[in-house]
């Protein structure tokens, strides 16, 4: 456990379905991020919340939506994907002017039928 | 952002040390040098950081040249459990105050017995 908790860890879903990820972190932290990362590819930056404000958006498709309620809960919300948006969605958490970069958590394992 | 250049894979052996490095020649005065650990399916972990010269934890060393331009990560007697991607990134606290970390294709280390 790193302090940064990912639900679910593995999700099958369909292209006409509506699913969440979810992300939790409990170090006090104050920026939040949505990774993904695809099969012999390196990490992409999806988006970057610092105090709770969606500071990034690196061109990510609209079927992908994020929330972030407060500094602890990071939300991805996912709607009509494509088989291609299978990949592993990795979150992570870091503090402002902190020297132990990121913090990761386990990520889940998206698969689009 | 810096843009980091590391070898695509290396082979060691158990109890070998393992030098690993990484060339940033665009590296920013403000940009830190850090140093992530990934196993499959599984979320990046940090491993080391540093600015200049010399830094030591009780898992690696980061050698930093006067220069700034290129980094080295040591590891110590190699175990099987420590075959994993590692991967060098460049970055420093943006304005906004979060830290943006742009991942490559990182080093693919096989230990073997």
């Known amino acids: 456990e790193t302090g940064v908790t990912q639900t679910p860890r593995h999700l099958v879903m369909g292209m006409t379905n509506k699913k969440s990820l979810k992300c939790e972190q409990h170090?006090?932290?104050?920026?939040m991020y949505w990774y993904k990362q695809s099969a012999k590819k390196p990490l992409e930056l999806m988006f970057v919340?610092?105090?709770?404000?969606?500071?990034e958006n690196n061109s990510v498709p609209s079927r992908f939506s994020p929330e972030c309620p407060n500094s602890s809960h990071l939300f991805l919300h996912l709607h009509t994907l494509q088989p291609e948006d299978s990949a592993l969605y990795l979150c992570?958490?870091?503090?402002?002017?902190?020297?132990?970069?990121?913090?990761f958590g386990s990520g889940t394992r998206l698969t689009v039928v | 952002l810096a843009k980091t250049t590391q070898p695509i894979s290396m082979d060691s052996y158990e109890g070998q040390e393992v030098n690993i490095t990484c060339s940033h020649n665009?590296?920013?005065?403000?940009?830190?040098i850090t140093w992530y650990q990934q196993f499959p399916s599984q979320g990046p972990r940090f491993i080391i950081q540093g600015y200049k010269t010399k830094v030591t934890n009780e898992v690696a060393s980061l050698f930093i040249p006067a220069d700034r331009k290129s980094s080295t990560l040591s590891l110590p007697r190699v175990s099987l459990s420590d075959t994993a991607v590692y991967y060098c990134l460049v970055g420093g606290v943006v304005t906004g105050g979060y830290n943006k970390l742009i991942f490559g294709a990182g080093t693919r280390l096989a230990v073997h017995p």
């Open positions: 992570a958490s870091s503090q402002e002017g902190g020297d132990d970069g990121y913090t």
């Open positions: 170090l006090g932290h104050n920026a």
């Open positions: 919340y610092s105090l709770e404000e969606r500071v």
């Open positions: 665009n590296i920013a005065t403000n940009d830190y």
